[in-house]
């Protein structure tokens, strides 16, 4: 059965940090780009970022929606079969339910995905 299980999620005071931890069982996540998903109370879904699969190389391409550029970073360590999001200096407006997702893509500013989700891990970015 092919899961994917995030972690990581917590409360947060707005400048602080979380990494998010997203972890595949029963599939190889290696073979798949992965992306992160967010959903805001009373908001659509919307893209994060996405890694692209290895390819048998660990220069990963990367994607970024404007509004975390320069604050999270997506990485994935392929022994662990995890991929993370590193969230820094983060805003009240961060606040969502983050979701890992596998085989994404990432066009014309927008993120999708056509394989498994997580369940998600909530996120909340509050003094």
Do not use: H
């Not at 599939?27 to 996405?50: H, M, N």
């Not at 390819?55 to 022994?79: L, P």
């Not at 969230?87 to 606040?95: C, G, I, Q, V, Y």
């Amino acid at each position: 059965q092919l899961q994917l299980v995030e972690s990581g999620g917590g409360l947060v005071q707005p400048g602080g940090s979380l990494r998010l931890s997203c972890a595949a069982s029963g599939f190889t996540l290696d073979y798949y780009p992965i992306g992160w998903f967010r959903q805001a109370p009373g908001k659509e879904r919307e893209g994060v970022s996405c890694i692209s699969s290895s390819g048998g190389s660990t220069n990963y391409a990367t994607n970024y929606a404007d509004s975390v550029k320069g604050r999270f970073t997506i990485s994935r360590d392929n022994a662990k079969n995890t991929v993370y999001l590193q969230m820094n200096s983060l805003k009240p407006e961060d606040t969502a339910v983050y979701y890992c997702a596998a085989d994404c893509t990432f066009y014309s500013g927008n993120f999708y995905s056509r394989g498994a989700w997580g369940q998600g891990t909530q996120v909340t970015v509050s003094s």
